[in-house]
């Protein structure tokens, strides 16, 4: 299973929301793409990255500092956070980005899902955010009347990376990750599961690692790892 750690972009600066509230946010650097080469000095071999200026502008804002990430990182970027139509994608992958996360526009427009599948197969992945169960859009803040395991299933048939799935209640939180909601999606669709959102220290790691044979892939950490309460040589050395 493979760790990912989180750098979410604000403003141009590395930041963590507590349960993606904008107005709840710590800053960890102004420099992410520093922030980047650590946690791939220290072992990492994927990043997450988040534009979240993007995700409430609804297009990508943060692309120099995306690419300088990419440029200085050297292992594969995925990232989330305003793409929402195939020239928004171009733009990123132009800049180095190897996957892209869509979230909002799985629930508001699923044909652009399936166009840049078709354009960019095997490099999509979706993005579920649920809040109590259900798929929430725009940045969070807005909760849609589909379930998690509903709109991950309307996608099964594509050639999609992943899913990233993110309990909303659980992100920036260290309250530990959602371990049974994680599971049944998993267990619902053949996609692989990125499980995001929660993590607060070793033993969450462990925990989610069981769910490896139900489908879940990779694991998201992000304030765990600012706050100190993860070594992230330690999680992913027990993830090999």
């Not at 050297?74 to 171009?90: E, F, S, T, W, Y």
């Not at 166009?115 to 649920?130: N, V, W």
């Not at 659980?170 to 959102?197: F, K, W, Y």
Request: charge should be positive; proline fraction near 3%; include cysteine.
């Amino acid at each position: 299973m493979i760790i990912i750690p989180a750098i979410d972009i604000k403003n141009g600066k590395c930041v963590r929301l507590l349960q993606g509230r904008m107005d709840k946010q710590t800053i960890y650097s102004d420099d992410p793409s520093e922030t980047a080469k650590k946690w791939v000095k220290e072992g990492a071999k994927r990043l997450h990255v988040v534009d979240l200026d993007g995700a409430i502008a609804k297009k990508p804002i943060n692309l120099n500092v995306i690419a300088k990430i990419a440029d200085k990182a050297k292992v594969p970027i995925q990232l989330g956070g305003g793409v929402r139509n195939l020239n928004d994608a171009d733009k990123v992958f132009n800049i180095g980005v190897s996957r892209i996360i869509i979230g909002t526009e799985a629930i508001k427009n699923p044909e652009f899902v399936k166009q840049a599948c078709k354009k960019y197969p095997g490099k999509i992945i979706i993005g579920i955010d649920a809040k109590e169960g259900f798929a929430a859009a725009e940045g969070w803040l807005q909760t849609s009347n589909i379930t998690a395991v509903e709109l991950a299933k309307r996608f099964e048939d594509l050639e999609i990376a992943a899913i990233i799935f993110t309990d909303i209640s659980r992100d920036g939180m260290q309250t530990g990750p959602n371990i049974e909601t994680t599971r049944m999606l998993a267990e619902s669709v053949s996609t692989p599961i990125i499980a995001s959102g929660g993590v607060s220290d070793i033993n969450d790691i462990k925990q989610l690692l069981l769910l490896e044979k139900s489908g879940v892939t990779g694991i998201i950490t992000g304030r765990a790892l600012y706050e100190k309460t993860l070594d992230l040589k330690e999680a992913l050395k027990i993830a090999l």
